[in-house]
């Protein structure tokens, strides 16, 4: 045994980040393992984007709502965790710009028509890998290296071992795991849950060019900016989880990207990230239905925006306290 936290957090993407540093900021002494490495999390452009998702996904009113109150939570969150938010809005540049601006005026977002297209105020952005880096820094949150392979649990707490067999024991479990697998020991009902999980694969890669200084969106790519550059995406590959990069799907990306812009340039690295969703698009944030067991899993492609939320539903959760009016959207168990 090499410790004893309150809670131990399995996975540091940015659901399990954000849970930990939220539950470190109440007071909570929180144990986060990860094996280290990309993860879908560090691969993402960081797009906080209610407006633009809203609009491009087709969302209803409650959706679109539930997105702009995921993303009214990141000033306070990124103050309390030293995190930069970029506040510089975006751009669509898409047919029937006017059309999409009344549209986004009708689900409570600002828009309004450029030469260019539309412009919306309401979509943010932050820097993923030094926002992860920042929280898992927090204080009251101690990251550790390791694969979790086994866990067992009775009444009173949870056994959690590694792949090298060091072993953590902590009365409550956040399992924030991504798209991967169910790990050994899991009860039946949350294996299930976890295994219904469908993964998918996105790729998106980075460019040294300079940039607006804001995300630029276009049917089927993006750019957004991104240390030294921006990044052109992405993939939304449903069903698959190999890891390795397209180079063709990268370069007809790149090169609409790049005409997007209106510049020239250089296709750097590809990076392909897991994102894992279940069927109404909402991530799974709260009690698993198992004792000391709680959930922040599949955000599907609003995994940042929807990271201070899940934390504070989970956190709520694990405290007991009266949930927000939006945990009942994500409760791992609304499926029934
Ligand atoms: C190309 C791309 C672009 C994206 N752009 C955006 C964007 O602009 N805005 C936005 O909001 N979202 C975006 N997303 C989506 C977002 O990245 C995901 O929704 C989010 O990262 C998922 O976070 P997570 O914490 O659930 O999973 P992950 O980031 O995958 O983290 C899960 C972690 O769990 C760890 N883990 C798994 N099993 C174990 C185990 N047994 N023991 C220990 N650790 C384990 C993994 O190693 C991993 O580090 C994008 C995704 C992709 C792929």
Redesign the pocket.
Known sequence: MTSSPDVIV???????LCTAAELAERGHAVTV???G?P???????????PALESLLEDLTPEQAGLLRRARDLWPAFAEANGLALHREGAEWRGPEAAAAASRLGDLGFEARVTSTGLFTSDDWRIDPAPSLAALARAPGVSLVK????RLAGDARRWRVEAEDGRTWFAPTLVL?????AA?AGLPRSVAVMVDAIQPIR???THVAVEGPGRVLRAPGVYA?PAPGGVVI??TMELGRRDLDPDPEEAEARVAAGLALLGVEGEAGST?V????AVADGLPLAGASGQPGLFL???????????GPMVARIVADGIEGGAPMADAAALDPLRFG
Request: aromatic share 2%; glycine share 22%; proline share 4%.
């Open positions: 399995i996975g540091a993407g940015v659901l399990g393992i990860d094996p490495g993860n879908a999390s560090s691969v993402a452009a960081g797009m906080l984007a390791g694969r979790v392979a924030a795991t991504g798209a991967a790990i996105g790729q998106l957004a995406g992405a990076r990230g897991i994102r894992g922040a899993l599949a955000p599907r492609r609003n995994g940042w925006l929807l």
